[in-house]
């Protein structure tokens, strides 16, 4: 068990720069998601501290060891791969203790291994098996079992939920997530979907375009975003954008026309910007009765549009509106008779939301309300 | 004619999976496969092969297995029964023994070493670059050139004193070889020509066959712990079982039925040491008008060539397995 | 809507039948010319099979009442096997040129005419008819006393001298060795070492299967010997003093005096070292003789091969034969184009172009033929020689018989045995060989 450190972490194929310098680290025992689209480096970073990949520049520690220069095998890490790589010639059983042999651990002492995790795992009665007679999960869980057989101080685990189906990839992630629990190995997992990255991680790291974004627990990520981009990529619908040029010191117009003035400490952040973006939560923005409009407090956005669509989660449901041309989700579990094709009265208060530069997506502001 | 067996037992089976899921899907697995409709369809899907297959391929078998207990002595005007006497005979036949043997030793030598070589060949140059792509061609080069080309190049290499192999060697000092001429070389000559012409061919299967082995199984097997060698004997080498198979029988029916560089190069001399078995059975065909020891030789050759193709085709089978 | 369609087809396939069917007629009546299959093979490829396929041109353009397709069937062994392979199909060629110790295999199979057939039409008797040829020629176009053949190409052995290096040897290259004591001689004196390693030999032979057999029958002739019954396909006299003493000859040419190469050199490795001065002399056919005069940047000069108790050499070549199987018209056609390419003015053309000497004398009359040997002194040697051939060895399955002796003289050659080993087990195989037909024919002690 050990922690992990990257500095100055930067690598590029050919012309292509795909990690820019990313510093990070790793507690002792933790599980950190690295999630991102496609492209964003994450699947290189897993590779590059593996010893997959070379990196061009920067190091990286494992524990007290510097690794940039040390061999794959001797890096004392465990890796699952998105198709698990199990080898079909082999059975269960080899597969699982594929490792031990190649460090040459003798015949008997294997089979004990092997038979103690597999009972771990629940795979004692297909150790005779090879992979194709195996579902999905059994494969899976194999895969895990040649992982955690050697004991490794670091498990990587890159994308290997994405191959299973819904319902075995929410069992499979929960069995991963008490595994690690148990075992207490540092471990990096490495996903696109960022519901997988709040319910397993300790700490998130966001990556895009080779840099990290933002690091931290999941619920501060989802409240406290750093930008629009880790805004925007956490949280199901995605959080809702609208544009406002600022009016005054304090004051801001949406492109409806309607104002909005911020408190001054509020508006002190904005410094000379001029144009801004207000990001609203989905489940921040409520759907109102028209006679409640007296109610409403003064820092509080109202409109009315009509609704495109409605999805129903059960407890929940998704209305789908506009503000203005854009569309905007909704999560709310009073619809208030909300039909589709309906116009319905909308609402949020600026309490809840964040501002974002629009020229470079920084957030400008912790959320009033949050703060 | 060995490979068009080999498809034709693939195909039956392909009519027999056809057949099966047809009644599988109609439930109608108690109706006795003649008048499922699935077989019938299949069966006449394979009617035209199958009727040129049994026409020139199995029917000459026949012919030549039942010629074969029969001799015409040649200038005779009457075909005569003579049972095995035709085995018999060719046994007998220091010349068909020492072809036997020859072609025994041809085929150990020049089936492993190709295959050793190209499976080489195809480890160093699996990922493409341009200039991989280009020592590539070069290496399948000699595959393009006929056997017959081939051979009459060779001849210009091997020449003694003044052929290319002799000239180099004779630049590091060693003395001119009788290449071709001398009895105790001129066998491992041809099967050095064999080698060179076909380790190419067999590499272009093994770099196929090593481009469908995904990374990540390497990428796996070097965070277990594996090193080059390791690698390759639990990687590599397990999942081109395969391949590996096709390619041993490919140069083995290869081996049996190319001689056009012994026409070409020695006639099968000195001495009948060059004699393959099939340029054995040419000449008793052609040369030495003993049609039946020919006929005859040829039903042992055809025997041999049968088996090597039913067991390749296990073995495929058995390499099926692996792609789930 | 079926049998509309059938009709449609019928309407429109009918005029189109007719119409080749004219076509056919047509053509037919307008190329009245007999249309005749011809195979023939050459020794050497390109200008020959080039300078044949001109000669059936012109054959083909001077009359209109035979068309000759002449096709090139290879080598000598590949014309034979692809002509049985004709006539086993049913569609024998009409005529094909043949090599000459193949021909009476044909007669056996009973798939060629006598030539008799034709000239009893012309009113010809055989004997007047080859009173012109060679008589070196007349056993192997014979079979059991009748002409099955008419020769086209013949050739000897003939011995081929470097003269530069004669002179170099201080030898005459005027006089070439006439004997085998002037041979071991004048070879010893040509050979150059360098250190244990020979740089130039002083005679190659060629040694590859056929060839070598050729030759060596020229070195049991000269030895006194007979090699073969050349009045019956089923004997061979390999177990004989004449044929052990030509074979220790060659045994002692490569062991004893290292004139020779103890190797299996072939005719194209023979002739390529010859020309690059690594051999002194060599002994090929005469068919080579244009070959030589093109490729030698050299003074060569040619003698008669070496004689021990007499002079004698094999004639090889290729004669004309016509087959059965065709009709009546193909067979006549097959006559004319057969005796016009077997005339002595056709004959001594091929002979000036390839360096094989004409069959018939006749050809040697004619003044274009005078002037030509005059000019070339060594294609009057070749000439000379004639008088010493014998006939090329044939038997029973010649081929497979030849075998055996052949792999002995490669067996001597490379020292992997000696001649008392070999001899008595070449014997032993060609009379195993040739049981079948001394048992069909021949009344034999103890049958």
């Known amino acids: 068990m050990a922690s992990i450190e990257f500095k100055q972490i930067c690598k590029s194929y050919g012309n292509i720069s795909v990690i820019k310098g990313i510093d990070l680290e790793i507690k002792d025992g933790e599980l950190v998601v690295f999630v991102g689209p496609s492209g964003c480096g994450k699947s290189t970073l897993l590779r590059l501290l593996a010893g997959l990949e070379e990196e061009d520049s920067g190091s990286m520690y494992i524990g007290e060891t510097l690794v940039n220069s040390i061999a794959p095998k001797d890096r004392n890490i465990a890796m699952i791969f998105q198709n698990y790589a199990l080898y079909p010639h082999m059975t269960v059983a080899e597969n699982i203790g594929f490792g031990l042999k190649l460090r040459g651990m003798n015949k008997k002492k294997r089979a004990r291994a092997v038979d103690e995790t597999a009972s771990l795992l629940g795979l004692k009665h297909l150790l005779t098996k090879q992979p194709r007679q195996l579902s999905g999960g059994q494969r899976q869980r194999v895969a895990m079992g040649r992982a955690i057989i050697r004991n490794p101080e670091v498990f990587l685990m890159d994308e290997p939920l994405s191959n299973l189906d819904a319902k075995l990839r929410n069992q499979m992630r929960i069995e991963i997530r008490k595994l690690q629990r148990r075992l207490k190995t540092t471990t990096i997992f490495v996903t696109h979907d960022q519901i997988e990255a709040m319910t397993l991680a300790d700490r998130i790291v966001v990556l895009n375009d080779g840099k990290v974004q933002q690091v931290g627990a999941p619920s501060k990520l989802y409240s406290s975003p750093v930008n629009k981009f880790v805004a925007g990529f956490l949280g199901s619908p995605s959080i809702n954008f609208i544009h406002a040029r600022r009016t005054g010191d304090n004051e801001l117009t949406l492109p409806d026309g309607q104002c909005v003035l911020l408190p001054m400490d509020q508006a002190q952040i904005l410094s000379d910007l001029r144009e801004v973006e207000i990001g609203i939560r989905p489940e921040q923005i409520n759907i109102v009765k028209k006679s409640d409009q007296t109610a409403m407090e003064k820092n509080t956005i109202t409109w009315s549009s009509s609704v495109s669509l409605i999805e129903s989660l059960g407890s929940e449901k998704l209305v789908y509106s506009f503000h203005g041309e854009h569309e905007v989700a909704i999560k709310t579990t009073n619809s208030n008779g909300a039909l589709e094709g309906s116009n319905i009265q909308l609402s949020f208060s600026m309490n809840n939301a964040h501002l974002f530069a629009l020229n470079d997506g920084r957030c400008l502001s912790p959320v009033a309300g949050n703060a | ?324 | ?447």
């Open chain 3, 1 to 447: 809507m079926k049998s509309f369609n059938r009709i449609k087809k019928i309407t429109i396939t009918l005029p189109i039948a007719a119409i080749i069917v004219i076509l056919m007629i047509g053509v037919s009546w307008s190329v009245a010319a007999e249309k005749i299959n011809f195979y023939f093979p050459t020794s050497v490829q390109g200008p020959l099979t080039r300078e044949m396929q001109k000669m059936v041109k012109q054959y083909n353009k001077m009359q209109n009442d035979v068309k000759v397709v002449a096709t090139f069937t290879g080598s000598y062994e590949e014309t034979k096997i692809k002509a049985s392979a004709a006539v086993k199909a049913g569609r024998p060629p009409a005529v094909a040129l043949m090599s000459a110790n193949f021909i009476h295999e044909f007669v056996a199979e009973d798939q060629i005419e006598p030539i008799e057939f034709f000239l009893k039409e012309s009113k010809q008797t055989t004997s007047d008819f080859l009173s012109d040829f060679w008589p070196g020629l007349h056993a192997n176009a014979t079979v059991n006393g009748k002409l099955y053949a008419i020769p086209f190409q013949n050739s000897t052995p003939i011995l081929y001298i470097n003269a530069d290096h004669f002179r170099e040897a201080g030898l005459d290259p005027d006089n070439p060795p006439k004997n085998w004591e002037e041979l071991v001689v004048a070879g010893k004196k040509l050979i150059r070492k360098e250190g244990e390693k020979t740089t130039r030999y002083g005679l190659m032979l060629p040694m590859q299967y056929n060839y070598v057999n050729w030759v060596f029958q020229g070195f049991v002739m000269s030895n006194g010997g007979q090699y073969y019954n050349t009045h019956y396909l089923g004997e061979v006299y390999y177990d004989t003093s004449t044929t052990r003493g030509a074979l220790q000859f060659y045994s002692d040419l490569i062991h004893k005096h290292g004139i020779m190469p103890a190797s299996i050199t072939n005719s194209k490795q023979v002739s390529t070292d010859f020309f690059a001065g690594r051999t002194s002399m060599m002994i090929l056919s005469t068919g080579t003789l244009s070959h030589v005069r093109k490729n030698a940047q050299f003074n060569y000069n040619v003698g008669f091969v070496p004689s021990k108790v007499r002079n004698g050499v094999p004639i090889g070549g290729a004669s004309m034969i016509i087959f059965k199987g065709i009709t009546e018209k193909e067979r006549d056609a097959a006559w004319d184009f057969v005796s016009w390419l077997t005339a002595p003015e056709q004959l001594g053309s091929w002979s000036r172009f390839s360096g094989y000497f004409a069959p018939r004398k006749s050809s040697y009359e004619m003044p274009v033929m005078k002037e030509f040997m005059a000019k070339n002194k060594d294609a009057a040697v070749a000439l000379d020689q004639l008088q010493y051939a014998g006939p090329w060895y044939s038997t029973f399955k010649t081929v497979a018989v030849a075998k055996p002796i052949g792999d002995a003289i490669q067996a001597v050659v490379t020292g992997k045995k000696t001649v008392e080993e070999v001899i008595p087990e070449a014997q032993r195989k060609a009379d195993e060989l040739l049981k079948p037909y001394n048992a069909a024919h021949s009344y034999i002690q103890g049958q």
């Open chain 2, 1 to 324: 004619m060995m490979v068009d067996a080999c498809h034709l037992w693939l195909a039956m089976r392909k009519v027999k999976y056809m057949a099966d899921n047809v009644t599988a899907r109609g439930k109608k697995r108690l109706l006795k496969p003649f008048y499922n409709a699935g077989y019938i369809k299949a069966w006449l899907y394979l009617a035209p092969a199958l009727l040129f297959l049994i026409l020139f391929t199995y029917y000459p078998m026949v012919q030549v297995l039942w010629d074969s207990f029969f001799l015409k002595e040649y200038g005779a005007e009457k075909k005569l029964f003579v049972a095995f006497d035709n085995y018999r005979r060719l046994f007998a036949d220091e010349d068909f023994i020492t072809a036997v043997k020859n072609n025994l030793i041809y085929a150990i030598g020049t089936v492993i070493p190709s295959i050793v070589i190209g499976f080489g060949f195809a480890l160093s140059l699996t990922q493409s670059s341009r200039f991989k792509n280009c020592i590539r061609s070069l290496l399948f080069f000699p595959t393009l050139v006929p056997l017959v080309a081939a051979a009459a190049l060779w001849i210009f290499i091997y020449f003694p004193g003044i052929g290319l192999l002799d000239y180099y060697l004779a630049k590091l000092g060693i003395q001119s070889t009788d290449w071709l001429g001398d009895p105790d070389i001129a066998l491992y000559s041809l099967m050095i020509l064999t080698i060179w012409k076909n380790a190419g061919f067999y590499m272009l299967f093994f770099i196929a066959g090593l481009q469908g082995i995904g990374e990540e199984y390497y990428e796996a097997a070097s965070l277990e712990g594996a090193g080059w060698w390791q690698k390759l004997r639990y990687v590599t080498l397990p999942l081109l079982a395969p391949t590996s198979a096709f390619v041993f029988v490919i140069a083995l029916i290869h081996v049996f039925t190319h001689v056009d560089h012994v026409i070409v190069m020695t006639l099968g001399g000195p001495m009948g040491s060059t004699n393959l078995v099939l340029y054995y059975i040419y000449q008793n065909a052609h040369e030495f008008n003993d049609l039946a020891k020919a006929t005859t030789a040829t039903v042992l050759s055809v025997m041999v060539l049968l088996a090597i193709s039913f067991f390749s085709i296990r073995t495929m089978e058995r390499g099926i397995h692996y792609e789930s």
